[in-house]
């Protein structure tokens, strides 16, 4: 009943069968460069009207406690198209709400479904659904990470322009989840990251930290900085996000006015002086904050590109660690 495929079968694949994916900094090289070949195979596939039922009767349940439109869309399509079935479960109808424990959540959950996908605030809620479940996890953003994001931001940079290692990443911005992801995935793809922040808003140190020890074996570079335009001097990406993240709404005035000289406008850009730089978001952008019109819609963004490879991307993160151990 299974699709069989060699690209599921190697020693890096069959070792990530049954595990979860809590943040880039658990993953070896080897792990993320095999989500990377599988997302590039079931991408052409995808586009080529090749059917991979890699999921054929699996089912992931998808609780989201903050809004979502790409990291439901992506995972509900990607998880239909392996042939699997996705269940939606929205803050308001789980007991989660009224106080259940993540912990008895998940091992009732492990005994309905084959894998979760959860968005949430803590990261400590991801590593108890984790710990006391035993179906794999996938965290589709905390307030501390965001790594499904960022490995489709590295698969869409290795598209583009064929490799990783060596290339320069700058995020400006706040200090936030996605700045965490991106200095642990550029630590593993060999890509020297520098976060451009106001002091007052500067990753947690013992992230940028963690993710300089990662990135020693790859020669890579990870640092901060306030000054954003001696920052991307040189960028091949330069990336930003939303000022105030989902749940940061009464903090919202406070960092438009600390962020305002971060914006990712036509100016920035042109500091880069690159004429190949690639412009990156997240997305859901404020338009006219951190990024203006010009720069999201102009040359060098590539937003979009990387909002479809969300779809991509985790379909091969589900179909690795989904995939059916008695096959
Ligand atoms: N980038 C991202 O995760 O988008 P959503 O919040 O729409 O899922
Ligand atoms: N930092 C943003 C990312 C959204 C995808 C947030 O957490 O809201």
């Not at 998808?62 to 992506?74: E, L």
């Not at 140190?205 to 040189?234: F, L, M, N, S």
């Amino acid at each position: 009943m299974f699709d069989r495929r060699n690209y599921l079968l190697d020693n890096v694949a069959l070792g990530m069968r049954g595990k979860s994916l809590l943040s880039i900094h658990d993953l070896s090289r080897e792990e993320v460069w095999k989500i990377f070949e599988v997302s590039s195979k079931l991408k052409e596939e995808t586009k080529t009207g090749i059917t991979h039922h890699l999921l054929c009767g699996k089912t992931l349940a998808m609780i989201f406690m903050k809004p979502s439109t790409r990291t439901r869309v992506s995972f509900e399509v990607g998880m239909w198209q392996l042939g699997g079935y996705p269940l939606f479960l929205s803050s308001q109808e789980l007991q989660l709400k009224r106080g259940e424990t993540p912990s008895d959540t998940a091992q009732v959950l492990s005994r309905y479904v084959n894998g979760i996908m959860i968005r949430t605030f803590d990261q400590q809620d991801v590593e108890d659904l984790a710990n006391y479940g035993t179906i794999p996890v996938i965290n589709g953003l905390t307030d501390l990470l965001h790594p499904c994001q960022v490995l489709a931001d590295y698969f869409t940079v290795y598209e583009k322009r064929g490799k990783t290692k060596g290339l320069k990443m700058v995020y400006v911005g706040d200090g936030n989840n996605m700045a965490h992801s991106l200095m642990y995935g550029g630590a593993k793809v060999g890509m020297h990251v520098t976060i451009a922040c106001p002091p007052e808003l500067q990753p947690l140190p013992e992230i940028v930290e963690a993710a300089r020890e990662d990135g020693k074996a790859e020669g890579v570079q990870i640092e901060v900085t306030h000054d954003p335009y001696a920052a991307v001097k040189g960028a091949d990406v330069i990336y930003t996000d939303v000022w105030a993240s989902m749940g940061q709404e009464a903090e919202t005035e406070r960092k438009t006015r600390i962020l305002k000289p971060y914006q990712l406008n036509e100016d920035l850009v042109k500091a880069a002086e690159n004429k190949d730089v690639m412009v990156m978001h997240c997305l859901p952008a404020h338009r006219g904050d951190e990024i203006t019109d010009g720069v999201m819609d102009g040359p060098h963004s590539v937003v979009f590109d990387e909002a479809e490879n969300r779809l991509h991307v985790q379909k091969a993160i589900l179909a690795l660690l989904m995939q059916d151990k008695s096959e």
